[in-house]
């Protein structure tokens, strides 16, 4: 069929192929399915608790969503872009965050309470009352935002390939509850109006909003991510631990939290000390776990440049890469200031084919890192592949520069 | 073909076509579905598990309690009789600081009125400050006997802390007005109420 199409037609039916695999709408797979009942479902109890909210305060529910847009946006834009090779397909990240927001915060609202019966029942009114957010949201709440992470694997299983991936689809899960969970909080427990919803923005988003779900969800998505993407590479005792150690920590994480340990905030809002106590008082419970993220994300951001690099060396003198190209694609910020570079000598279609070239070659290296044979018809078509973009951009007038016809044809690293 | 003028139509247009890519991948149905199941198992025990521990720790222990000839009270496992009233006929139950006061007493009338009456006459006269809420809302037993609900915050006697309150009212076809007033600190509430709704749902009324 593909062969009596004209070229490009030929060559759309292959990319929408390929893309078909990088997008949430997987109609064959019953995890998409079961995804979207879940999501539909829920979704029905989560509108209409926003309405109840809506209800008590109009104008505290609109304040409320405004000021976390303003704090989710840029959260979310950062957590995107931090997957430096190979970013996400919006569809999955999107849908990670509806998860969040939808799926879990519901699901979580009745499991909290059910387990909390449980603590009341075996530790009696006074104990459940300092215990019960610790002892039970944490692992309930994880679980359930972390089961988002699952079933993004399950629905695009050849997306998630590094501890990245899965700490990009983990924190959208933990931005999508968290911004949820604050609207609740700013109605229903500082009130709704507009200086209960100001206050509460300040104690959970202003002081504390580094530290709470997306960095939990985060840490277990990187295990989820571990576990399935090792396969072949790692014992599945070693992948199953580190997933269960990475969601433990996250659990651990979260319950130091909530516990009444280590609690220095203020019983109220009274003085200019009791607000300049907050920051230090969520900076006391939540800093050790932060730097435990920020660590495991810089290992895992260093590993997947190291993987990069050793996928892509042996591709040098192919027509997949050259040095110089290898040069710029390695450094994430001679990347971005390439594709600049030639939008302002050759124009946006030059500057976009760039883009696609570089990110061909990070699909060569993923292609290589199979450990297929030189020859292998997917690196060979590969590499020609990457071959013809490269003499495309070529050939477009000013993308290559005439002063440098040996150096990096299409910018520097 | 000049790679300048495919360029300027589509991008792509001008590139040689690709092979297609390697088959998608196609897992068998079976071992496809069985992973969404175990999510589904594992988010009801997530979910639902909570629920079932509770109930299953909710054992009615010791003998009912009779209270003024009109009401059976089975206390569940961890509440017990702390006192006994006279006047009206009552007791009190206790677990911790979440409390059941069980009251019986002859009514003409209705629930609402049984319980706007226990607030006017219990209620209101040790309370320092009290804050009931404006509405009733309806309930029903197992056996089938109606009653109202209402809310109240407030202080009472020498206490320092501020207590909140439920009370359920019936009254029997014989014409006794029930009062169940489930009470504890204010916060404390949330974390006997299931106790005393169960207690109170299991009550043989009249």
């Known amino acids: 069929m593909a062969a009596s199409l004209p070229p490009q037609d030929r060559f759309r039916t292959a990319e929408r192929r390929r893309d078909l695999r990088a997008t949430l709408f997987q109609f064959d797979q019953p995890a998409f399915w079961f995804y979207v009942v879940i999501v539909v479902v829920t979704g029905w109890y989560a509108i209409s608790r926003q309405n109840v909210f809506h209800h008590i305060s109009p104008s505290g529910w609109v304040l409320s969503w405004g000021l976390l847009i303003v704090y989710a946006l840029p959260v979310f834009l950062a957590v995107y872009l931090l997957d430096l090779y190979e970013r996400e397909p919006m569809s999955l990240v999107v849908a990670s965050v509806v998860w969040g927001a939808v799926a879990a915060t519901t699901l979580a609202g009745l499991a909290d309470q059910g387990w909390g019966l449980v603590v009341a029942r075996l530790g009696g009114p006074e104990f459940a009352s300092r215990w019960t957010a610790a002892l039970t949201a944490p692992w309930v709440e994880e679980a359930l935002k972390v089961a988002g992470v699952v079933l993004v694997c399950l629905i695009a299983p050849n997306r998630v390939d590094d501890m990245m991936d899965g700490f990009v689809y983990g924190s959208m899960c933990g931005l999508g509850f968290a911004v949820v969970e604050d609207v609740f909080y700013f109605v229903g427990v500082f009130g709704g109006t507009t200086s209960g919803v100001l206050e509460g923005f300040y104690v959970r988003v202003v002081s504390s909003g580094l530290y709470g779900h997306v960095m939990f969800t985060g840490l277990a998505g990187m295990g989820v991510a571990y576990c399935l993407s090792r396969n072949g590479q790692a014992s599945l005792r070693r992948r199953v631990g580190v997933a269960v150690g990475l969601f433990a920590a996250a659990v651990v994480g979260h319950f130091l939290w909530n516990s009444p340990w280590l609690d220095l905030f203020p019983s109220g809002l009274s003085s200019v000390g009791d607000w300049l106590l907050i920051p230090l008082a969520a900076a006391v419970k939540g800093l050790p776990l932060a730097a435990f993220v920020i660590i495991a994300v810089w290992l895992a951001r260093r590993r997947e440049r190291r993987w990069l690099h050793a996928a892509l060396s042996s591709e040098l003198g192919t027509p997949g890469i050259s040095a110089s190209e290898l040069g710029v694609l390695l450094d994430p910020v001679a990347r971005r200031r390439s594709v600049r570079q030639m939008r302002t000598r050759a124009g946006d279609r030059a500057a976009s084919l760039l883009k696609r070239l570089q990110r061909e070659q990070v699909n060569l290296a993923m292609i290589r890192a199979r450990s297929v044979p030189d020859h292998d018809p997917e690196l060979v078509r590969q590499r020609k592949q990457c071959k013809s973009i490269r003499d495309a951009l070529m050939a477009m007038p000013g993308a290559a520069p005439a002063a440098r016809p040996t150096a990096a044809p299409y910018g520097s690293a | ?206």
């Open chain 2, 1 to 206: 073909m000049d790679s300048r003028s495919a360029l300027g139509s589509d991008a792509s247009g001008g590139l040689p076509p690709p092979v297609a890519g390697p088959p998608m991948d196609r897992r068998p149905r079976s071992s496809a579905i069985l992973p969404p199941l175990l999510m589904t198992v594992a988010i009801l025990v997530v979910v639902s598990g909570g629920y079932v521990a509770a109930g299953a720790l909710s054992e009615r222990v010791g003998p009912p309690v009779m209270i003024g000839g009109a009401v059976r009270v089975s206390p569940l496992s961890g509440w017990q009789v702390a006192r006994r009233f006279t006047d009206p006929p009552g007791v009190r139950f206790t677990r911790g600081v979440g409390n059941l006061d069980v009251l019986a007493a002859s009514f003409a009338g209705d629930a609402s009125g049984v319980a706007r009456r226990y607030v006017d006459r219990s209620l209101k006269p040790n309370a320092v400050r009290l804050s009931v809420s404006p509405s009733t809302v309806p309930v029903r037993l197992g056996s089938g006997l109606e009653g109202v609900r209402l809310h109240y915050v407030g202080s009472f006697g020498g206490e320092q802390a501020s207590v909140e309150g439920e009370v359920t009212a019936f009254v029997t076809p014989s014409g006794i007005g029930v009062v169940f007033d489930a009470w504890a600190p204010q916060g404390l509430l949330q974390y006997v109420v299931d106790d005393t709704r169960a207690m109170i749902e299991d009550a043989a009324v009249g």
